[in-house]
């Protein structure tokens, strides 16, 4: 079934359909779940609870949506969470400099690389703006964080980007009350928000959606002391480093030094196996292998869940041992 299938049924059927579609100046990026959406959004939370979160006794935590500007220094978001945008120096029109790339060039330059290096693309492929044909102007980074003012003094404070910032600060005192132990799972779904510069493709990309994130705090001296590797050591994944993935078991990725550790592999195991049950033709997904220019600041290695559709693959899930950076 192609996109456009899709999308028409969604629309008929009341899975979902775009926010505020009765007026005009509706905005891009926002979509409402109908009667039919929320009870399968509803049934794919269940299994994951049931699968993920109460198979290793993880804690689930509901966290604000708005916290404050500290936190997000202290992340990292205010100075590195940017897209690279390009501006029509004619009539104003703003894209992503990498995915207009991609579009037009079939060359994949990673979100995160130096901007010289979209200018370059634009330069010698010479890229026009596929509004009106003028020039675009330098490339530029975009935070896309949305910024809200608290109070009369309109404090300043974000609309988180992450579900996870919440998990990260909460982490001392769920740590101290819940009687923890290491390694310590704690989950969250809720909303998170992004002020993306050309949301598409329906709920593909979003600036309002939810997020279902898992943070697994964990000794770094014991990483391969996992109690349930065995459960999954010969569960079947796709891992692609260079061109194409290839098959192998949770065991012989981590022996092979693909997987950094026991720790890593385990949770690629048990979300392979998650997403097999939700539908997923796991032939067609990919463990795909994150470069240094690719992957999120704060991660030391990262690992993206995608599907192949007929859209070309799809991220549903980003795998990051993010090491000791929060």
């Known amino acids: 079934m192609d996109y456009e299938t899709v999308m028409k ?5 009341g899975f979902y359909f775009p926010s505020c579609e009765v007026y005009a100046d509706a905005q891009a990026g926002f979509w409402e779940y109908g009667p039919t959406g929320v009870g399968l959004k509803n ?4 299994l994951w609870r049931r699968e993920l979160i109460r ?6 935590i509901d966290g604000s949506q708005i916290m404050s500007k500290s936190v997000f220094e202290a992340s990292g978001h205010l100075g590195n969470f940017a897209d690279p945008i ?34 370059n693309a634009i330069s010698q ?6 509004k009106c044909k003028g020039d675009f102007e330098k490339t530029k980074n975009f935070n896309m964080m949305f910024k809200v003012g608290i109070g009369p003094e309109e404090e300043e404070a974000y609309l988180r980007p992450e579900t996870c910032q919440s998990i990260f600060v909460d ?17 969250q779904v809720g909303k998170s928000f992004r002020n993306e510069i050309a949301p598409r493709q329906s709920l593909l990309r979003l600036r309002e959606f939810y997020q279902a994130e898992i943070e697994v705090f964990c000794n770094p001296t014991k990483l391969d002391v996992v109690e349930k590797f065995e459960e999954i050591q010969d569960v079947i994944i796709r891992i692609q ?8 078991t949770c065991k012989e990725g981590l022996e092979s030094g693909i997987i950094p550790n026991k720790f890593v592999a385990y949770y690629l195991g048990i979300l392979t196996e998650f997403y097999e049950k939700t539908g997923v033709d796991i032939t067609k997904s990919r463990f795909r292998k994150l470069g240094e220019k690719e992957k ?14 007929t859209i070309g693959w799809l991220e549903l899930v980003a795998c990051n041992y993010r090491s000791d950076y929060d």
């Open 9 to 13: 049924l969604a629309l008929e059927r």
């Open 43 to 46: 049934k794919f939370l269940q």
């Open 55 to 60: 198979r290793d006794g993880m804690l689930e």
């Open 86 to 119: 390009i501006k029509c120096s004619k009539c104003n029109s703003t894209f992503r400099a990498d995915k207009t790339i991609a579009e037009i060039t079939k060359i994949e330059i990673p979100e995160s690389a130096d901007l010289i290096e979209f200018d």
């Open 125 to 130: 492929n010479n890229i026009k703006c596929q």
């Open 171 to 187: 982490f001392p005192r769920l740590y101290k009350t819940m009687r923890g132990k290491l390694p310590l799972g704690i989950a």
């Open 241 to 248: 480093t260079d061109s194409e993935p290839v098959a192998m």
């Open 296 to 309: 999120a600041f704060y991660a030391e290695v990262a690992f993206d869940f995608e599907v192949e559709t």
